[in-house]
């Protein structure tokens, strides 16, 4: 997992969500509070930015089996949302300010969809981004309430060509893996808003998971 990818998922420590039944949670939330779009230009599929970190260290060409099946399912991927570097100082002010005694804020706690209308993306910009998904045939499934994430599914193939990376299995130490074999790549339009791609649940990730036999 990529260590950014792995600190902007885990930065809001479980306090910030102190009384919330569901820290993570799902579903489309109309946003209140005024966030700018940080996506700005066209969305050019030819003018790319790799989203460094996002291949596994064994992705290595000596454990290299082959490219997975066009229509290997890769069901549950997340794409991360990246914050703000304005977001960001806000939100380690706000961690730092919950466990000051003396702050108005110390131990108010904030609700997923608080969470995602203070530090997530805009409403257009979260709109952006899906549209940009389903242009590639992938179904996207639900943005997280705390908007850090957007679940979708696809293929291989469709992976291969949004992402710009193939899907492939590995072999260690006896065990097979299927995993991309190189960055992802995003049209540079979004790279303000996108950090990388995960896997949650079963199936088949982006990043790193155990073969299952076809």
Request: include cysteine.
């Amino acid at each position: 997992m990529c260590s950014m990818v792995r600190k902007l998922l885990l930065a809001g420590p479980m306090l910030l969500f102190a009384f919330s039944p569901n820290p993570l949670g799902w579903g489309q939330t109309n946003q209140k509070t005024y966030v700018a779009p940080r996506v700005t230009q066209v969305v050019d599929e030819t003018n790319l930015f790799r989203l460094r970190g996002n291949t596994h260290r064994l992705a290595r060409p000596e454990l290299d089996m082959g490219a997975a099946p066009a229509n290997l399912p890769m069901q549950r991927m997340l794409l991360v949302l990246r914050r703000s570097p304005e977001q960001e100082s806000a939100l380690r002010k706000l961690l730092d300010e919950q466990q000051d005694k003396s702050s108005p804020d110390y131990h108010r706690w904030l609700t997923p969809e608080d969470f995602g209308r203070r530090f997530g993306p805009s409403d257009p910009d979260i709109q952006v981004i899906s549209s940009w998904l389903q242009s590639h045939g992938f179904q996207v499934a639900r943005v997280a309430k705390g908007r850090t994430v957007i679940e979708f599914s696809g293929t291989a193939a469709q992976v291969q060509e949004a992402f710009h990376t193939a899907i492939h299995k590995y072999v260690v130490k006896g065990e097979e893996h299927w995993a991309n074999a190189s960055d992802p790549q995003i049209p540079v339009a979004l790279s303000p808003v996108v950090a990388g791609v995960l896997y949650r649940g079963e199936g088949f990730p982006l990043s790193w998971a155990a073969a299952r036999p076809q």
